[in-house]
């Protein structure tokens, strides 16, 4: 691939900067090289709508997985025999996206896989979760800067568990086509 390059390159110097009439305004020729990325197999599949949509596995996600591997020391066909979907397939359209679903059924499901709801916790544990959407939704005022939003909204968290002495607070945000 080095070699291609080169010769394009020295080909582009010799005809249009060093030529008879140089021209640097000309455009460079596009090689067409071989990437990670087009040697991927393609699989054609339909989604709801009845489109057909081009499959093709994520170069970051492999990416991901072959670092994994190296720093830990495991062998690649041990990595590979898991799925290389960033959703699990059950969760997942034919496209890889998340599947959009009311909120209200999961939960409904849960709380009927529950026979006793009931939990005897410890005295002084107490958990805070802050859904991320709702409390953008009750601000008021909004502040000029994305930077001062998160300030605002730390210390709003902060402090609320603090004096309510919280021993645990999540912060969940939900991802909003």
């Known amino acids: 691939m080095l070699e291609k390059g080169e010769c394009a390159a020295v080909e582009f110097m010799e005809s249009n900067i060093v030529g008879e009439e140089p021209d640097i305004y000309t455009k460079i020729k596009k090689t067409q090289l071989q990437t990670f990325s087009l040697i991927g197999k393609k699989v054609n599949s339909k989604s709801k709508k009845g489109k057909i949509v081009v499959l093709k596995n994520s170069k970051a996600l492999f990416a991901k997985m072959l670092l994994i591997a190296k720093s830990r020391n495991l062998e690649m066909e041990e990595v590979l025999t898991y799925s290389l979907r960033p959703y699990p397939h059950p969760s997942a359209t034919n496209e890889g996206d998340l599947v959009k679903t009311v909120k209200a059924k999961l939960l409904k499901m849960t709380e009927n896989e529950i026979q006793d709801g009931s939990v005897n916790l410890p005295i002084g544990d107490k958990a805070y979760i802050f859904d991320a959407m709702a409390i953008l939704q009750t601000l008021t005022v909004l502040p000029a ?14 402090n609320t568990a603090v004096s309510l002495n919280f021993s645990r607070v999540d912060f969940v945000c939900d991802r909003y086509p």
């Open 145 to 158: 800067t994305f930077g001062e939003l998160a300030t605002d909204l730390l210390a709003k968290i902060v």
